[in-house]
């Protein structure tokens, strides 16, 4: 079982969603400097970010990351299910590595797996 581990708000102005996120709904947030990055804290953990991006494209899409151990695999059961690979395995800082596909549908998801801790 894979489950969501983590969604990505896409966003023009950082401190502007700051604001209405965190006015609408009470999150906090916390800025990861090493990869210019900022935390969306909804609960205990952090579990979501800002997409820093010069314009919000029509989808407007929200990305939900799911959690995997394998992201190459992953991405040839997606090949092999229709779906398209969007972003190949990608490094996150040291935390870890990410990629995005569409299903058949053109609906957009990412993958996410983290760097295994000793």
Sequence with gaps: MNPFGHIEIPTTNIEKAKKFYGTVFGWTFSHLPDIDYT???????????FELVKRISARGQVIAYVE???????????????GKVLLKKSPVGSMGWRAQFASPEGVVLALWQSVPRP
């Design 39 to 49: 935390l969306v804290h909804t609960g205990k953990h952090p579990n979501g970010g």
């Design 68 to 82: 995997v151990e394998d992201i190459e695999a992953t991405l040839a059961r997606v090949r092999k299910a229709r």
